[in-house]
């Protein structure tokens, strides 16, 4: 059965268990998985409002054609480097507390 390598610990785990694995073992990253989750929703739900209303008032303000993708690019690149920032710091967080016995000698001397 293929293997996801997680993206924290780097342990393989069988993709039909990789939820249980962020969940179990790192319930922040999980809950931060799931905020991430939802500000992907609002972000999408306020694009297709805008959508809407481009459709509706195409008309009385030509340049929405030009707003709304620019809106959505830029909201995209900011989640996307949120998520890598978040991924970032959640991995670091996890290495510091989770030291090889070889690691921590080098870091004492």
């Known amino acids: 059965m293929p293997r ?5 610990c780097g342990v393989e785990v069988e993709y039909s268990q990789v939820k249980v694995h962020y969940q179990t073992t790192h319930p922040e990253y999980g809950k931060w998985g799931r905020q991430l989750h939802t ?23 030509p340049i929405l054609q030009y707003i709304i993708p620019a809106y959505l690019l830029g909201a995209c690149f900011l989640l996307i480097g949120l998520h890598v920032r978040k991924l970032i710091a959640f991995r670091d967080a ?13 870091e004492e001397s």
């Open 4 to 8: 996801h390598k997680c993206r924290i």
């Open 39 to 61: 500000l992907m929703w609002l972000v999408l739900g306020s694009g297709v409002a805008l959508v809407i209303v481009d459709l509706l008032y195409r008309s009385l303000n």
């Open 94 to 106: 996890w290495k510091k507390a989770h030291l090889l016995p070889n690691e921590k000698r080098t």
